[in-house]
């Protein structure tokens, strides 16, 4: 043994336990699926239909069904080759499917069946869904029988394989159903929301594969269906369909060499954000990587071309840049790779550089074929490029006369602010409050070394229908702007906001869900990273108050209220309702809302891009029975406040 440390405690052979067998996923659940949290939770359905997309991708599989079953547990049905059942050439009296499931990294890559490129969620392999369930059912149909295999208790296998009788109409394919560990899981119920859009957006990225979604839960049966024929240009045109598209064509062109392919499917829209997605072996890289950047600099450059070839932008001019180019975009990029590298702060950005290259070439190409194959569609994208280009410095000259009149009110601060004390960011709370009055009250009811106040008026510009130069003209949103002091779009820089929290606070009616809406679609298109980092907030006000003797009682909402009746059955008195934050007195509204000890602030993340891009573009955009009926759908659920 080497050396001991200087300063090391003595340490030696008897104190090193050996971990066998799927201990260390046990262990360390963390280092195999991430969290324990909800999204860990969700990665072990990822895991069994990325193992079934495999065998899709291997040419072996058409359909894939995943239920959410009555008593918690999830079955994923596959039709592919279903796992080999023979013994095991390196494990004597053992199958192989037990050395699928009991064995990390076993997966589908021993005996040199594996595939070329496989998905796996970061290869952690099925036993890992073994492991972290208290049951795992197997079931197999091959070689014309139906196999099954029982494991308890954090994979531990009961028995056994046995052959329990025919396989159905001599089917080949893999059952599994697991019911995940509530010891190991901070909670153990699925969110069919989550399942829903990830299944769908499998779908989309393998062509044809039908997979099918069930919900046998009491109370919230549901049932959907995906299967896309034409794969990722479905996709966007999905993405498009609560836009105006610029043409009515989706391209499509694709490259595969032999470890490494690229799809890419294309469309413009009329809008004004680049909506441009990517996905590596079906993991979707939010952070981007080679596989972005290859493409940007294509498209760049190939639009450039283009443009000066038929003249449409003169010598004297100057090239369009990529963010005039990609304005109004929507692209869907999905590569498949044999080893990719995930980076980056979540392990959401490729690596491999060799995907730069693949993608920059292969788009350098068959963009420029496309667009002699259809120059009316060219003429139209390069038409919009200029117009961005124009608005691009026009919104240059408004910024910088936002930029002057800020350096010229003392620090830069609006007049309407009320700032706090405190100048440590970490612990600064901004809140953002609806109306002149309700921000009196907050004024009131803050603490303030470390609480400050923006109050603004009215509706805000709905950002969604602007372009940043007029965006930057308004006057509450430049308010909103100079608090937050990191600049804005393109110049945003985190790491310059002047307060941690960024909390907003309006009414439980439906006005105040629209302020609160109109503000998130603003710092998610033009503060994206504010989003991302996990800076917005939105504050809870109650919706009813009661008696209970002399002491008034608040409840957040209709739920709150009925657990509330359910706990005290024989209450009297009225609740009444509370009409808005404006009729709350200053320390009512510090004890609801605002108090650090005493209130519930929901975090508002983006669990995926193109989901909130989507939902965005529904609520905020021009096509209103759309509206009507996402709002319908999905009233109290608005599906990117993820919570
Ligand atoms: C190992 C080898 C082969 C397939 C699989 C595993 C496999 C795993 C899962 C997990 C869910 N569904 C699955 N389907 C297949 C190759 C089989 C062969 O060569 O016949």
Redesign the pocket.
């Known amino acids: 043994m080497a050396e001991k440390t200087k300063g090391s405690s003595s340490y030696g052979a008897s104190d090193i336990t050996v971990l066998e067998g799927l201990d260390p996923v046990r262990v360390r659940p963390g280092m195999y699926i991430g969290s324990t949290g909800p999204a860990g939770l969700h990665h072990l359905i990822w895991e069994?239909v990325d193992?079934?997309v495999?065998?899709a991708m291997?040419g072996?599989?058409t359909r894939i069904d995943v239920t959410l079953m009555k008593d918690g547990s999830c079955r994923?049905v596959?039709d592919?080759?279903?796992?080999?059942v023979d013994e095991h050439p390196q494990y004597p009296g053992k199958t192989?499917?037990e050395i699928?499931l009991t064995v990390l990294h076993?997966?589908?890559?021993?005996?040199g069946?594996?595939y070329k490129v496989s998905g796996g969620l970061h290869g952690v392999g099925?036993s890992v869904v073994n492991a972290l369930s208290t049951v795992l059912h197997l079931e197999i149909d091959?070689n014309g029988d139906h196999h099954e295999l029982m494991f308890k208790d954090g994979g531990r296998v009961q028995g056994p394989m046995k052959v329990t009788g025919k396989a159905p109409r001599d089917r080949t394919?893999?059952t599994?159903t697991f019911t995940p560990d509530p010891s190991i899981f901070e909670e153990t119920e699925f969110r069919a929301q989550t399942v829903v859009e990830r299944l769908q957006i499998m779908a989309f990225l393998n062509k044809g594969l039908e997979i099918r979604f069930e919900d046998q839960r009491a109370g919230r049966e549901a049932k959907e269906v995906f299967k896309y024929s034409g794969g990722i240009a479905d996709y966007v045109r999905h993405l498009n369909a609560s836009k105006e598209s610029l043409f009515r064509k989706v391209g499509v062109y694709e490259v595969i060499e032999e470890t490494q392919e690229v799809e890419v499917a294309f469309q413009w829209n009329t809008g004004y954000h680049e909506s441009i997605h990517s996905f590596a072996n079906g993991i979707s890289t939010i952070e981007g990587g080679m596989h972005e950047v290859g493409f940007r600099t294509a498209v760049t450059s190939v639009i450039n071309k283009y443009a000066r070839k038929r003249n449409l932008l003169k010598e004297k001019e100057e090239n369009l840049t990529g963010d005039d180019i990609r304005e109004g975009l929507t692209c869907i990029i999905s590569v498949r790779l044999t080893e990719p590298q995930f980076e980056g702060q979540t392990k959401a950005k490729l690596g491999n550089v060799s995907m730069r290259s693949l993608v920059e070439k292969a788009t350098n190409e068959k963009l420029t074929e496309w667009l002699e194959e259809n120059p009316k569609e060219g003429g139209q994208i390069v038409a919009k490029s200029i117009q961005a280009s124009r608005a691009r410095m026009a919104a240059q000259q408004a910024k910088a006369l936002t930029r002057r009149k800020n350096s010229l009110d003392g620090a830069g601060l609006p007049g309407k602010l009320v700032d706090c004390s405190s100048r440590d960011r970490r612990e600064c709370e901004l809140f953002i409050v609806e109306g002149n009055s309700a921000g009196g009250s907050a004024k009131d009811a803050r603490d303030p070394r470390n609480q400050a106040i923006l109050p603004i008026r009215g509706k805000i510009l709905n950002v969604e229908k602007a372009r940043t130069d007029k965006i930057l003209k308004n006057t509450e949103i430049q308010a909103l702007i100079a608090a937050i002091g990191a600049g804005v779009e393109s110049d945003f820089d985190v790491s310059k906001i002047r307060y941690d929290k960024v909390i907003l606070l309006a009414d439980a009616d439906v006005d105040g869900s629209h302020i609160r809406t109109l503000l998130l679609t603003f710092f998610f298109r033009q503060m994206k990273s504010l989003v991302d980092e996990g800076h917005i907030y939105v504050a809870q006000p109650p919706l009813y108050s009661t008696l209970v003797g002399k002491e008034k009682v608040y409840l957040r909402d209709d739920a709150a209220k009925a657990a509330f009746l359910a706990a005290h059955p024989d209450h009297k008195n009225d609740f009444a309702r509370l009409k808005g934050l404006g009729e709350m007195d200053f320390d009512e509204l510090k004890e609801t809302t605002m108090d650090p000890t005493k209130r519930a602030l929901l975090q508002i993340t983006v669990e995926q891009a193109a989901l909130a891009d989507e939902v965005c573009s529904i609520l905020m955009g021009d096509d209103v029975p759309q509206r009507r009926h996402f709002i319908q759908t999905n009233a109290k659920d608005v599906r990117f406040l993820d919570i």
């Open positions: 069994v193992n079934a495999d065998e291997a072996h599989c994923v596959d592919g080759r279903g796992i080999p192989a499917a699928v076993a997966g589908g890559k021993f005996g069946g594996g099925i091959r394919g893999t599994v």
